[in-house]
């Protein structure tokens, strides 16, 4: 169906519509002390007190982790000798009153893994991938304009302007991108086709240990990578790489070794539009300080998905986004003139790709081409996965939301429809499946005893498809639900004859922070608003 390959995003970057939510003022270290200078030092493993204060006592604790949201916390310690890589150092007074403070980080090697690949006819690469969580393609060209300049000019990298994320949020795009598996089903129910339900049950996906799978780290590991994986809360990059180091161990382990370093940077934009411009000339200094470096690898700038709440969602381009991670990819330097992968790269980027063709590019990057001297051009279809290389060519076949594992409600192709009345008949039938969607999902879940029970308030928007398909007529709705929530929803509808359904997910469009935080379940989280609010 053409209504399910129209893709037109390219210039939407330039959207006025935008305008009214961007601050290019906004710097969290405005009122810093820029020329504060530590006076604890972290290097080869042992700390100290470069600048010692009369009357001052300094002593420094172990952090390691613990979980997603906690660390366990060590004892405090006298300068010394230090084997964890997060260190906090405090300073006090005679009366006991912290003066000063700091967190030094260091990277201490690990034992080489036994290789079970036989790697010494492989051609291999760094590969370094850089996500920022909640960045799409448009935000990341009004935030991130130096970085962008120095990637596509002197790193000859390609952005993907129209990769489609394959989840509602950094759960299911990194499980996809990591192991390869959905979370979410994909309703085919439109095509009046069999549905495919998920590969991984929330419980199994939040409650079963994943040692018998294997992720993307394990495969770097196997074939002989040293792998780092960091979540960073901060916008300092370096030591999450290993390129640069204090630990003169690390320095010497890691120079001789291909290295797969990850880093997922979760704090800088989740929440704002305006959160990853003041971070743009540290993520250029980053590319240049290391350029030598990062022009023999294959370097990766992800975002997961957009911007998933606040004011800008209600725009045309904030409705874009947030199904519409950036993706960019730069290949080593020796491999631009010798091979075709620059023009396959250049090729692929007119089309949509998803989460699922990057981690197959990586994989073939890892497994396939450096057996072949990454001079492969054919389509690939690996096994057991739902991507295909893009820095090879791909099938003849037209991507579309149809033919790739995206479940509608994220698909970014571009669609003609037309307003319906907000007061309608149809909008309040399609407003009250949407409510008793959502209060099934949690009566179903078992979280009626702490969560409230919805109540439609009113449409904010309501559009219908022009073209039906088979027989159906297709809506989208965004609603909002009575205080105390307030919470709004979006989804997409099918009305066939005197029938109604839900496709896919309901996604929550607005910021419900902490009013869920009465449930541990990510997936109903979203539909949740605690009775007893802390």
């Known amino acids: 169906m053409a209504i399910f390959t129209s893709l037109g995003i390219v210039f939407a970057w330039l959207e006025a519509t935008v305008n009214p939510y961007l601050d290019l003022d906004v710097d969290p270290l405005r009122n810093c002390d820029r020329a504060f200078k530590p006076r604890t030092e972290l290097k080869h493993s042992n700390w100290k007190v470069v600048d010692p204060r009369k009357n001052e006592e300094c002593k420094a604790r172990c952090h390691t982790r613990k979980g997603e949201l906690s660390n366990n916390i060590g004892n405090w310690t006298s300068p010394g000798p230090v084997l964890c890589e997060i260190l906090e150092a405090v300073c006090l007074d005679e009366k006991k009153q912290e003066t000063y403070g700091y967190l030094h980080s ?56 129209y990769m489609n994320k394959i989840g509602d949020n950094s759960r299911p795009n990194g499980v996809g991108l990591w192991f390869g598996k959905s979370l979410e089903k994909l309703d085919r129910t439109i095509f009046e086709e069999e549905s ?30 040293k792998v780092s994986a960091k979540r ?50 540290d993520f250029q200094k980053f590319l240049v300080e290391h350029r030598k ?25 904030g409705g874009l986004d947030v199904n ?13 003139k010798t091979t075709d992968i620059l023009k396959n790269m250049n090729e692929n980027a007119r089309k949509i790709q998803t989460h699922y063709d990057t981690r197959a590019t990586m994989l073939d990057i890892l ?24 820095i090879r060519k791909q099938p003849k076949t037209v991507r579309s939301c149809r033919n790739l594992p995206v ?6 192709c571009q669609f003609e429809k037309t307003a319906v009345p907000n007061d309608s008949e149809i909008s309040l039938k399609l407003a009250n499946t949407v409510t008793n969607e959502i209060n099934k999902a949690i009566s179903d879940g078992k979280f009626s005893d702490k969560c409230i029970k919805m109540e439609f308030d009113k449409t904010l928007e309501l559009e219908k498809y022009n073209d039906e398909l088979n027989g159906s007529i297709l809506y989208t709705i965004k609603l909002r639900m009575k205080k105390p929530s307030e919470a709004e929803f979006k989804a997409n509808m099918k009305v066939s004859n005197d029938s109604i359904s839900v496709l896919g997910l309901v996604e929550r469009s607005n910021r419900y922070g902490k009013t869920a935080d009465c ?14 609010q802390e």
Request: charged content about 25%.
């Open 324 to 336: 519409n991670p950036i993706t960019a990819l730069s290949i080593p330097k020796s491999l631009r």
């Open 519 to 532: 449930i541990g379940s990510e997936y109903h989280r979203p539909m949740c608003y605690c009775k007893k």
């Open 232 to 281: 960073c809360k901060t916008n300092t990059i370096k030591r999450c790489f290993c390129l640069d180091s204090d630990h003169k161990a690390a320095r010497h382990h890691f120079r001789y070794k291909k290295k797969f370093g990850w880093i997922w940077a979760i704090n800088l934009g989740h929440n704002t539009e305006n959160g990853f411009g003041h971070a743009d000339k």
């Open 407 to 412: 479940p509608l409600q994220y698909c970014i």
């Open 367 to 390: 497994k396939y081409q450096s057996i072949k001297n990454f001079s492969e051009t054919d389509p690939l279809e690996i096994s057991g996965e739902k991507g295909i290389s893009y």
């Open 293 to 317: 470096q990062l022009d023999e690898s294959f370097v990766f700038l992800l975002g997961d998905h957009g911007l998933r709440f606040g004011g800008v969602r209600s725009t045309f381009v």
């Open 196 to 225: 495919v339900p998920a590969d991984w049950t929330e419980h199994y996906f939040c409650s079963v240990p994943k040692d018998n799978e294997i992720s993307l780290f394990q495969e770097f590991g196997d074939h002989g990578y």
């Open 106 to 161: 260091q990277i201490i090697p690990t034992p080489d893994r036994k290789l079970t690949v036989d790697t010494t006819k492989r051609k291999q690469f760094d590969v370094i991938v850089i996500l920022f969580d909640s960045l799409s393609y448009s935000q990341a060209k009004r935030s991130l304009p130096r970085t962008l300049s120095y990637f596509t000019n002197h790193m000859e990298g390609v952005m993907f302007p």
